[in-house]
């Protein structure tokens, strides 16, 4: 039971971490890429933009991170945050990592408001798919 109880205060301690310092953009891909191990190029297809701006947005977030870190201060991003979809955001956040498993995360992005822009000009066919097989293409290499 004490092992479950660590578990989950670092997924509650991620999650915040998650929403203190990135925007909700920011705040998915840093999830998707590091807690996930999601290639850039598989995130820029689930948000329906380029793999360029998948990097550029990770780079912000990391930026953000090592600045808030450096300075013993958050650099907040609760602004960016629509209180109602903060609250859904972090459930899904929650749920993705306890079961260490993004789908979850995954089928809701198209649902979240803050990442409308990034799915609005995904093509249709792309937005009906199920996400729920959807796994990083590195993901055999880390099961070896």
Known sequence: MLGHDNKLSRVIEAVE???QHFTPKQAVVFALK?????RANEIAEL??????AVKSVFHRAKSRLEKSRHENESCSAGIYWPEEEQEKLLNLFSKALTNQDPAVLIQAIPDLQS???CTENQPQAASNRSFAATTPANALCMAA
């Open 47 to 52: 948000l329906g933009t380029t793999e360029m």
């Open 17 to 19: 971490q998650l929403a």
């Open 34 to 38: 590091e807690g996930f191990q999601y």
């Open 115 to 117: 990442l409308a822009a």
